[in-house]
């Protein structure tokens, strides 16, 4: 269990026992914005992305660009099919019947834990062509512990 602030004691366990199935744009939602500004006591930046979305701020717009998968995603094929399968059941991604802009590769993590389990996750690699575009800006962790 981790406590946030001491005079408004809560759980991160409860608060996802609590919370409803995920939904695309269900963190933009009211109930989520206030969360965070009454709870979390969180700054205009991360209001702002709550309410509006989160606005990828590039320097200059990628060229078109085409690159195949990585190896791990083809070693993983089915779990790629499926984990991409899922993304779209929820809306997160839709296919398109012409070839986007940029077509960045999926490569596939592997996260062995203190158990011996291992755990897969799906990624996308922006790597060499989309991230190059964008502005470099500092962050800072303020009242991280």
Known sequence: ?????????????????????????????????????????AGEWV???LKNGYVIPFEKFPEAYEEPNNASA?????????AVADLKKLGIVKFVDYKPHCVSPLTVSLKTGMDGS???????????????CIKEQKVTLSNFQ
Not at 12 to 18: G, L, N
Not at 74 to 82: D, R, T
Not at 119 to 131: E, I
Request: proline share 3%; with cysteine.
């Open 1 to 41: 269990s981790v406590t946030v602030n001491p005079h408004n004691m809560f759980s991160i366990d409860e608060k996802e026992r609590e919370q409803k199935a995920f939904f695309p744009g269900s963190i933009h939602s009211e109930e989520v914005r206030e969360f965070w500004q009454t709870n979390l006591k």
């Open 47 to 49: 209001m702002d992305t």
């Open 74 to 82: 083809y070693q993983n094929l089915s779990f790629v099919y499926k």
């Open 118 to 132: 291992k755990k897969k996750r799906l990624c996308w690699d922006g790597s060499r062509c989309v991230n190059l």
